[in-house]
């Protein structure tokens, strides 16, 4: 038996077609072109949705309702306490912070009701606090009115830091020195310290007035006026309250004492001290009037 060894017949090889080789860098930039588009077209959408007022609308939704939930709990005002009010009136304050009986705690913005209580006239300064579950504290510092400031025909009390107090509530500081000038109000916690040194004369002052924003004129009971100096002010001042303590100079007739002058004063006196006593007639001896 013969064994035939057929040789198979090699069929013809099909070259595959050659793979085109994309650069390195082209996927990670599609894939980057394809994030980008997604978040584009996300921000394109929230710009929408801001624009049209729909994402304010659900957040502010979704805010009162986290509030009255808050509130129904036992978060809600029901107590005010305010401490260190005097001339601020009760309705002014409870209207700068803005809450009323029963409001959400929450809803209290601190920050925003201290800067309204400090637009207040009297108040100086003011500290606002949130003291869960249902109190909201109120410190309030307030101007202490130490004069009265005259100004364009209106009287203005001044706080203890210069400060002129916008209110025309002044009856009850009618006793308080008045002062005048532009600048009066923050010279004058200055002046009535010096004031006080020498206080028995402090109590015959009625009224100081600012010259040139540089030194202060004194009128005095009986209406004599004190040209104080534009400096060593204290010194002028105990000087001539020595002066009134050894020789009375303010009893006599007195209109002026210049005290500008380091070394002397000038005084001047009234006009009627000046003016000359009448001659009294008598009659001549022996003969009849």
Same mark, same amino acid.
């Given at each position: 038996?013969?064994?035939?060894?057929?040789?198979?017949?090699?069929?013809?090889?099909?070259?595959?077609?050659?793979?085109?080789?994309?650069?390195?860098?082209?996927?990670?930039?599609?894939?980057?072109?394809?994030?980008?588009?997604?978040?584009?077209?996300?921000?394109?959408?929230?710009?929408?949705?801001?624009?049209?007022?729909?994402?304010?609308?659900?957040?502010?939704?979704?805010?009162?309702?986290?509030?009255?939930?808050?509130?129904?709990?036992?978060?809600?005002?029901?107590?005010?306490?305010?401490?260190?009010?005097?001339?601020?009136?009760?309705?002014?304050?409870?209207?700068?912070?803005?809450?009323?009986?029963?409001?959400?705690?929450?809803?209290?913005?601190?920050?925003?009701?201290?800067? /309204?209580?400090?637009?207040?006239?009297?108040?100086?300064? #003011? $500290?606002?606090?949130? %003291? !869960? @579950? +249902?109190?909201?504290? *109120? &410190?309030?510092?307030?101007?202490?009115?130490?004069?009265?400031?005259?100004?364009?025909?209106?009287?203005?009390?001044?706080?203890?830091?210069?400060?002129?107090?916008?209110?025309?509530?002044?009856?009850?500081?009618?006793?308080?020195?008045?002062?005048?000038?532009?600048?009066?109000?923050?010279?004058?916690?200055?002046?009535?310290?010096?004031?006080?040194?020498?206080?028995?004369?402090?109590?015959?002052?009625?009224?100081?007035?600012?010259?040139?924003?540089?030194?202060?004129?004194?009128?005095?009971?009986?209406?004599?006026?004190?040209?104080?100096?534009?400096?060593?002010?204290?010194?002028?001042?105990?000087?001539?309250?020595?002066?009134? /303590?050894?020789?009375?100079?303010?009893?006599?007739?007195? #209109? $002026?004492?210049?005290? %500008? !002058? @380091? +070394?002397?004063?000038? *005084? &001047?006196?009234?006009?009627?001290?000046?003016?000359?006593?009448?001659?009294?007639?008598?009659?001549?001896?022996?003969?009849?009037?």
């Amino acid at each position: 038996m013969r064994f035939l060894n057929r040789r198979k017949t090699a069929s013809p090889r099909i070259k595959a077609p050659r793979r085109r080789l994309n650069p390195l860098w082209l996927k990670p930039a599609l894939k980057t072109l394809g994030v980008a588009t997604v978040i584009g077209g996300l921000g394109f959408g929230v710009g929408w949705l801001w624009r049209a007022g729909m994402i304010q609308t659900a957040v502010e939704t979704v805010h009162q309702r986290a509030l009255s939930a808050s509130a129904a709990i036992g978060l809600s005002i029901d107590d005010v306490l305010v401490v260190g009010r005097v001339e601020t009136a009760r309705a002014d304050v409870l209207q700068a912070l803005g809450i009323e009986r029963g409001m959400p705690i929450l809803a209290v913005d601190p920050v925003a009701a201290k800067q /309204r209580l400090e637009a207040l006239p009297w108040v100086r300064s #003011a $500290t606002v606090e949130r %003291r !869960l @579950p +249902d109190t909201v504290f *109120v &410190r309030l510092t307030e101007h202490q009115a130490i004069a009265l400031w005259q100004r364009n025909n209106r009287l203005l009390p001044i706080g203890r830091d210069g400060t002129a107090v916008m209110t025309r509530e002044i009856e009850r500081f009618n006793h308080l020195l008045v002062v005048v000038g532009d600048d009066a109000p923050a010279h004058t916690p200055a002046l009535l310290e010096m004031l006080v040194a020498e206080p028995e004369l402090a109590g015959r002052v009625t009224a100081a007035i600012r010259i040139g924003n540089r030194r202060w004129n004194l009128n005095l009971d009986h209406g004599i006026e004190l040209r104080l100096p534009e400096s060593d002010m204290a010194r002028a001042w105990a000087w001539i309250a020595r002066l009134e /303590r050894e020789h009375r100079v303010l009893a006599r007739d007195v #209109a $002026t004492i210049d005290l %500008r !002058l @380091p +070394d002397r004063l000038i *005084v &001047r006196a009234t006009p009627e001290a000046t003016k000359p006593e009448p001659v009294k007639k008598t009659a001549a001896p022996g003969r009849n009037t």
